[in-house]
């Protein structure tokens, strides 16, 4: 077996080689095993307020009741939520999940067009959103199946008088918040209030039931929905718990959680396993103000902190970051994107903890491969396929190639999505008849079965950590009357390890890459707006017509 696998003569101490999947029928289940545990210790801080997991126990039922007694919702409807790291985002999570509906995660950033596609496709019925984003659901909201919205002050949970000081900043002040007029929605406090009217009925809610429906671009450029278990998220959870387990301490953990819960890495490693772990989450709204960020750290008896490498290098770079105390942290995850020798290795300077690299995908919950915590040094790989997984490198024919052979690499276990929603066609592309996801990540395994990304998915651009598709860019862009061709290619970014650059063939000599830009802004989120628009006079193309984009990477600019 373990020829197969030369993976686990390299695992760390103590870490299985399999997990226990039953333990826990779905993530409600591991929910209510903590909050009965740790009831009294605090679950998630944000803007100086903390709520206990007794507090999340309250408040998420309140709002379960509200969602099944009040909205009348059935087993297995989509509820999504809009909004950034706030006290709301825990609450609302679990609610939905105990109430057995489905959780839609929506990027508050989304677009009018974005968002619109994500609520039809899912069929949402109703949609928890932020006040600074009720514009944007105002104006799609009548083309859509949602029945009820239900919005939030970035405040509404931190208490008087706090909350209602941030409230009245963020609209008045610093007017981040546009007016919006959505007839019938209603408050989330008066939810949770109307929610408390409701008992909570028994919901038998089992591990092949849908739990979040997580919604990643695809190479077509239309955004898919990977249906996410129960099963898949437990095991994600046993299968994390068990690698990080043996240096995480019950019920003592602190977490540093700056990437949004909206986005799989931080939902299941900071959301949920360090839920299980009865850990304490600090949940960062807005990460961007680096200075703000790092005061906030500075107040924080942090013991992990998880983040892409853009995060970790922005950190770095602010001053301060470097005066602040590290002596208990003992866990830094890096995902989401390749991280960076230059940043790891500064990193390990810094605060004398590794960051260590791990991989995973929107399909695999996201956790497939991660580096032994207790690794000396950065050492330019993924990691190791973790407990109850089984990884290979596969050529175009399917069949396993050797190590130190470069091949597509491909995932198999628990954790791996049941497949795209309503798109079996879509699905049957990347999970074959033997249960193998197919990445579409290059990458090579070397004797001690520590895997490395070689190249990633032919086209996609990272952008921070997100996924940016090219086909999605250019659909966009060639909306433009002006443009006759357009071609989307990812360029290296010292802050965004790559950004977005269109070339284009105009149809309108005027043209201009303001105009491009202005046109972007208007239809894609800020990460996948081009940064650069460069003009040529034709584009390099197959003999059939495609378009040569990795040439457009590799040729200067004409």
């Known amino acids: ?226 249906m996410l278990t129960h099963r898949n998220l437990v095991a994600n959870m046993q299968q994390s718990s068990a690698w990080i387990g043996q240096n995480a301490k019950m019920g003592e953990e602190v977490i540093v959680t700056a990437l949004p819960l909206y986005h799989i890495f931080a939902l299941t490693a900071n959301g949920l396993v360090f839920m299980k772990f009865g850990g304490h989450n600090y949940l960062i709204t807005n990460p961007r103000d680096m200075p703000g960020f790092v005061k906030e750290l500075s107040k924080i008896p942090f013991t992990a902190i998880t983040g892409v490498n853009t995060l970790f290098n922005g950190l770095l770079n602010t001053p301060g970051f470097d005066k602040i105390d590290f002596s208990r942290l003992h866990l830094t995850l890096g995902g989401g994107m390749a991280v960076q020798r230059a940043v790891a290795e500064r990193w390990k300077q810094v605060t004398g903890v590794t960051l260590v690299e791990a991989y995973g995908l929107t399909e695999t919950s996201p956790a497939a491969c ?50 795209y929603w309503q798109r079996p066609e879509e699905t049957a592309k990347v999970l074959d008849s033997e249960g193998w996801l197919h990445t579409g990540d290059m990458a090579k395994m070397d004797e001690n079965g520590f895997f490395y990304i070689v190249d990633r998915k032919k086209d996609m651009i990272l952008v921070s950590g997100f996924n940016v598709y090219p086909n999605e860019v250019e659909d966009v862009i060639a909306l433009m009357p002006g443009v006759l061709e357009v071609a989307a290619v990812g360029v290296p970014d010292d802050k965004s390890g790559e950004a977005v650059k269109v070339v284009i063939v105009k149809k309108d000599p005027n043209l201009t890459a303001e105009q491009v830009k202005a046109h972007a802004r208007e239809n894609l989120t800020g990460y996948k707006q081009p940064k650069f628009v460069e003009f040529r006079t034709e584009l390099p193309k197959t003999n059939v017509g495609k378009i040569l984009r990795r040439e457009l990477r590799d040729q200067p600019p004409a």
């Open 1 to 226: 077996m373990s020829q197969e696998r030369p993976w686990f003569a390299s695992y760390p101490a103590g870490v299985p080689h399999e997990i226990d999947v039953e333990e826990y029928p779905s993530i409600v289940a591991v929910l209510q095993s903590s909050l009965e545990k740790y009831r009294d210790r605090p679950a998630f801080s944000n803007m100086g307020k903390s709520l206990t997991y007794a507090e999340v126990d309250h408040y998420s039922k309140q709002f379960a009741a509200y969602l099944l007694g009040e909205l009348k919702l059935k087993k297995g409807d989509r509820v999504a939520i809009m909004m950034p790291n706030c006290l709301q985002y825990p609450i609302a999570t679990f609610g939905i999940l105990r109430a057995g509906l489905t959780v839609v995660n929506t990027n508050p950033m989304y677009t009018p067009r974005e968002l619109r596609h994500q609520l039809v496709d899912s069929g949402a019925s109703a949609i928890l959103v932020l006040d600074n984003f009720g514009k944007t659901v105002q104006d799609v909201v009548a083309d859509t199946q949602v029945k009820q919205v239900i919005t939030t002050g970035l405040g509404d949970m931190v208490g008087f008088p706090k909350g209602n000081i941030i409230n009245f900043v963020l609209k008045y002040v610093k007017k981040m918040v546009p007016d919006y007029d959505i007839p019938g929605a209603i408050r989330f406090r008066n939810a949770l209030t109307l929610g408390q009217m409701h008992a909570l009925p028994h919901v038998e809610i089992g591990p092949e039931d849908i739990a979040f429906l997580q919604y990643t671009g695809g190479t077509t450029g239309v955004a898919k929905g990977a």
């Open 370 to 419: 991660i580096n032994p915590m207790d690794l000396a040094d950065y050492n330019g790989a993924i990691g190791l396929p973790i407990s109850s997984t089984d990884a290979c490198v596969k050529d175009e024919d399917n069949k396993t190639l050797g190590v130190d052979e470069v091949g597509e690499l491909c995932i198999k276990g628990p954790q791996v999505m049941k497949g």
